[in-house]
Nanobody, 123 residues
Framework: QVQLVESGGGLVQPGGSLRLSCAAS????????MAWYRQAPGKQRELVAF???????NYADSVKGRFTISRDNAKHTVYLQMNSLKPEDTAVYYC?????????????????WGLGTQVTVSS
C-alpha cells in the first residue's frame, strides 16, 4: 500500500509563499497521478491541483497562476509551490494518489490520503 506524509505548512502573511511536500512510499509512485486537495472549516474538500504520471498538470481556477504542482519520481515526492497567498487559501492541505480519466480530464482519487498539513494565511 501507499503511505503519504505531507509537510511544509505554516503561518504566512498575505502575499507570502509556502512550498508543501508530500512524500510517498512504494515503488509504484511514478504510475499514479497525484493531487493536492484542501479543506477549510465548514467547507467541502476541494481539488486544488493534480499532476499525471506524464507530468501534465491541472489547477482549480482559484489558484491558477499562483500555485505550481510538480513531482520528483526519484524521490517519490510531490510538491505544491504556493505564491501570492491569500487569506482564502487558509485550509488543511492533503495529498492523494489517484488516476486520470483521459477523455474527461478528470482526476479520480484513491483511498491513499495523507493526514494533512495546516496552511494559515493571515496578517
Amino acid at each position: 500500500q501507499v503511505q503519504l506524509v505531507e509537510s511544509g505548512g505554516g503561518l504566512v502573511q498575505p502575499g507570502g509563499s509556502l512550498r508543501l511536500s508530500c512524500a510517498a512510499s512504494g515503488s509504484i509512485f511514478s504510475h499514479y497521478a497525484m493531487a493536492w486537495y484542501r479543506q477549510a472549516p465548514g467547507k467541502q474538500r476541494e481539488l486544488v491541483a493534480f499532476i499525471t504520471s506524464r507530468e501534465s498538470t491541472n489547477y482549480a481556477d482559484s489558484v491558477k497562476g499562483r500555485f505550481t504542482i510538480s513531482r520528483d519520481n526519484a524521490k517519490h515526492t510531490v510538491y505544491l509551490q504556493m505564491n501570492s497567498l491569500k487569506p482564502e487559501d487558509t485550509a488543511v492541505y492533503y495529498c492523494n494518489a489517484g488516476t486520470l480519466i483521459q477523455l474527461r480530464g478528470t482526476y479520480v482519487p484513491t483511498n491513499y490520503w495523507g493526514l494533512g498539513t495546516q496552511v494559515t494565511v493571515s496578517s
